[in-house]
């Protein structure tokens, strides 16, 4: 990642298994994303990854790059009316598919439930990305890696990833 565009700084004032970033561009944030699939390809899944953060924040744009780290060639974009996209995560066995969820329709259990919600959650071979995650019942949501966006400015964004084994 090009450190004139983001930097990587740890933020000594959060939990010690935070790190915030600063992104100044889509292309900074999509990097970002790339970096984090490199070490989730290290893992055993099911990963879910909770996002949360306003419209325009860059949830997606960090998702794309995401997909790209893990080797997705599709076009990665965002499932506001479907809800829920999959993609297959080429050579991989520990992670084989990438699910991509829209929560921000969704409100009740049961809406969770019709979308398949279980399987994908629970399945080892899962990683699972939630943008709106803050519209999942909070009984619904398992531990998470936590990643928070907001706008710093209208070019600059502020990402936040918290996780226990960061």
């Known amino acids: 990642m090009n450190t004139s565009e983001s930097s990587g700084r740890k933020n000594s004032s959060r939990a010690p ?4 970033y600063e992104s100044g561009s889509p292309r900074a944030t999509r990097a970002l994303g790339a970096l ?3 070490e989730l390809r290290k893992e ?3 990963i879910v990854l909770a996002l949360r953060g306003d419209l325009g924040s860059g949830k997606t744009t960090f998702l794309k790059g995401l997909a790209r780290g893990f080797r997705i060639n599709a076009l990665v974009i965002s499932p506001t009316f479907l809800i829920v996209r999959r993609y297959k995560i080429p050579g991989r066995k520990s992670l084989r598919y990438f699910y991509h969820v829209d ?3 969704l409100a009740r259990a049961k809406e969770f439930r019709d979308i398949g919600w279980n399987a994908m959650l629970h399945a080892p071979a899962h990683i699972v990305a939630i943008e709106w995650a803050e519209h999942v019942p ?3 949501l ?3 890696i936590e990643i928070a966006f907001s706008h710093a400015s209208p070019k600059k964004r502020i990402i936040t990833i918290r996780a226990d084994y960061l």
């Open 44 to 46: 055993k899944g099911p």
């Open 103 to 105: 929560a921000y329709r």
């Open 17 to 20: 298994r935070a790190l915030t």
């Open 142 to 144: 398992p531990p998470s």
């Open 36 to 38: 984090l699939a490199q």
């Open 138 to 140: 909070k009984r619904l």
